[in-house]
């Protein structure tokens, strides 16, 4: 039996869009936020592709608060996650974000620096 996989296409109008194959049949989705149901997703054939299914996931606009959003994708008969995705909502995370990102930067330049002491170290000398 094929694995079932579904992607993303895009986000847009508020709408997770996707694509999934490798489904036999029609299979039934089930979308969570928080351990709790969405409603609205939809699954149909993809007219332009057999064996193909379209997936379009409305997204509330009650459940976008300040902070990591997270949405999981299950097939209903199996309980196996087929996607999820995320959103970020919010000023401070983006600070957040770009304080982690520096300090990664700086770790980075710290291995650099360290690497090239070490190759310059253990490089073999002329003569």
Do not use: N, Y
Request: net charge negative; proline share 7%; hydrophobic share 45%.
């Amino acid at each position: 039996m094929p694995e079932i996989q579904l992607t993303k296409t895009r986000i847009q109008a508020g709408v997770w869009e996707g694509v999934l194959t490798g489904a036999d049949s029609l299979p039934e989705i089930e979308v969570t936020h928080l351990a709790k149901p969405v409603e609205g997703a939809t699954l149909r054939e993809d007219p332009d592709a057999a064996g193909q299914f379209l997936v379009r996931v409305p997204i509330p606009a009650d459940l976008l608060t300040e902070g990591v959003q997270t949405f999981l994708i299950t097939d209903k008969a199996t309980d196996a996650r087929l996607a999820s995705f995320t959103i970020v909502v919010g000023q401070p995370l983006d600070e957040d974000f770009r304080a982690e990102m520096e300090l990664l930067r700086a770790e980075l330049d710290m291995l650099k620096r360290a690497f090239r002491r070490h190759c310059v170290e253990t490089a073999p000398r002329p003569g």
